[in-house]
């Protein structure tokens, strides 16, 4: 057997195993630099937030009267005149799905003035925990090139629905007492780059 025909082979075996060793390659650099990787991005710009205020019985699936009141200034602050999404049109809502396990109603209760104020219906067809389905309907639909897409979550889920949409390093866990933030991820550089800002929407709410 000689050695030329035995080379061939050798390499004929590898090929298969290009693309893996390319992507693994791509993977150590993603996370050794951090975010310094582009984003390939529809939308311009998300804007992601938690539900609003609820009930102190854990059971109880409904906004609070204060949540009620924080979905409808959010209406106000993302409506049609939003300076937020001037020149990016809002085109879809997001929530979470009811299931038995999650019967919350809270994110779709938050959007509702909202999806009134747009004239956009609000869509819950994802469960909270499969964030990462949801971040790649949203970064890979056409439909949404350079505009803003709207999304009320749980709040167990929002760091890592942020970092599949691309933020890095992933923002830490929304806490548990923390209504009134809206965290707008914006693509216009070709990457993801998180502003973390105050609603001042209602009293109690952050100044900064």
Known sequence: MTVQPMIARKQACLKPLLPVRSWLLCSMVVA?????CA???EPLQVILFRHGEKPEDREQ????????ER?????TLLGPSSSLTAGAPVAALYATRITKHEHSQRTGE???PLSSALGLPVIASVDSENYRELAHTILRNPRFRGKTVIVCWTHHDIAQLAGALGV???PPPWKDKIFDRLWVIDYR???AELK?????????????
Do not use: I, M, N, Y
Not at 32 to 36: A, D, E, M
Not at 71 to 75: D, N, Q, R
Not at 196 to 208: E, V, Y
């Open 32 to 36: 050794f630099f951090g975010g310094g």
């Open 196 to 208: 973390d800002l105050p609603q001042h929407l209602l009293k109690g709410d952050s100044k900064r």
């Open 71 to 75: 979905a409808k200034a959010l209406a």
């Open 110 to 112: 938050t959007l509702a």
């Open 39 to 41: 984003v390939r991005s």
């Open 61 to 68: 699936p409904h906004l609070s009267a204060e949540g009620r």
């Open 168 to 170: 890095r390093p992933e």
């Open 189 to 191: 550089s070709g990457k």
